[in-house]
């Protein structure tokens, strides 16, 4: 595995607000913390609270250009009642025309097991594809032209080795990615060596609530157009893994964030060989709405920051996508009220002054 370092890109540039559009949700719904995406028509698809009326809190709002509610994608609509009783939703991605799908995980008496619950653009459910193999989930990405890929923790073979001895189940400690096809049979699996992990026993078994153990912190996941497939390791120090879509090429990226004390907030695909990366800085404890926003363009195959550019109060905002150089994000309105960003690196062009009619 071939490791690079990301280069300095030069003086951090500062962002521009393009426009800001209020979201119009329903009054008792609210984004939650969690993933942003983006389909190709600018819509932005994100995790809503509806003030408890969706107990399994798995409730997905796609929010126009123009700031209106399309529809949301919620496992109420499954039929299977018992998957909707016991699913947990994990993780989702969202295709250019606007499908959905949904990773989830299913406790007893289904689990423990993955499942992809898949949604047609317009919400409605389309079917459930059970994965083959079983793994604790830490990320998820569409795989373009059918297929996903978990990264995720695996059993070690010597600690099931050891449990086979003792009675005990090996925990989930090895962190793998894995690809599957469209029908869920796990097609390759590759070891993703000096991924961060807990110490076994800092979390809960597969399939019950709580953290399971692992990593830290989910890691975060995407696919480019052409199947490279970027995991982003959160811990420091900081790393970013780009794929080959057949998983049979592996590198390693470390990341040198443009401002101090910054950590990972999101990643998404911005062009051939290229990959937008959030980073939020702030002492330890601040509050997320607290800490400054910070954006690198990365060049994948050498490793280069491409561009640098630092985010002021006004035009931050949780990364959606990458399009026309600049970022749509979500964010909170000076009020406090969700609304969509759209910054841009581009200074806005000088005004005219005003001609003197004397």
């Known amino acids: 595995m071939a490791t ?3 280069g300095q890109a030069g003086q951090t540039q500062p962002l521009y607000l393009y ?42 709002a796609e929010v126009s250009p123009t700031g209106y509610a399309a529809q949301t994608f919620s496992l109420s609509n499954v039929p299977d009642l018992e998957l909707r009783a016991t699913a947990r939703g994990s993780d989702f991605g969202v295709t250019g025309a606007g499908a959905l799908d949904l990773l989830t995980r299913a406790a007893e008496p289904l689990g423990p097991r993955l499942d992809v619950i898949e949604f047609a653009a317009n919400g409605r459910y389309q079917a459930t594809v059970k994965l083959s193999q079983f793994f604790v989930p830490r990320g998820f990405a569409l795989l373009p032209g059918g297929g996903f890929f978990v990264f995720a923790l695996a059993r070690d073979p010597w600690a099931v080795m050891e449990s086979s001895k003792s009675g005990k189940p090996a ?35 597969p399939g019950g609530g709580g953290a399971a153990p692992g990593t830290t912190a989910p890691a975060l996941v995407a696919a480019d157009y052409d199947g490279t497939v970027y995991v982003a390791r959160e811990d420091p120090p900081l790393s970013v893994y780009v794929i080959s879509d057949t998983g049979t090429t592996v ?19 911005a062009g051939p060989e290229r990959l937008a990366v959030e980073f939020q800085a702030g002492a330890e404890g601040t509050e997320p709405s607290a800490m400054e ?42 009020s406090g009220k969700p609304a969509l960003r759209f910054v841009t690196g581009n200074p806005p062009p000088p005004v005219a002054a005003s001609q003197d009619p004397r």
């Open 4 to 6: 690079r370092t990301a």
């Open 19 to 60: 426009s800001e559009i209020p979201i119009r949700l329903p009054a008792t719904m609210f984004p939650e913390p969690g993933a942003v995406d983006c389909d190709d028509n600018g819509f932005l698809y994100f995790r809503v609270n509806d003030g408890g009326e969706n107990p399994l809190g798995v409730r997905i």
């Open 171 to 205: 925990p989930y400690t090895e962190p793998i990615g894995a690809f599957f096809d469209s029908h869920g049979q796990l097609r390759r699996e590759i070891n993703l060596p000096g991924a961060a992990v807990a110490p076994p026993g800092s979390g809960t078994s």
């Open 251 to 269: 590198d390693s990226i470390k990341l040198q964030p443009p401002v101090p004390q910054a950590r990972l907030a999101a990643i998404t695909p």
């Open 293 to 334: 926003n910070a954006f690198s363009i990365v060049n994948t195959m050498t490793g280069d920051r491409v561009a640098d550019y630092r985010a002021s109060t006004a035009t931050g905002g949780k990364l959606g996508c990458y399009a026309r150089n600049g970022f749509e994000l979500l964010a909170r309105d000076a």
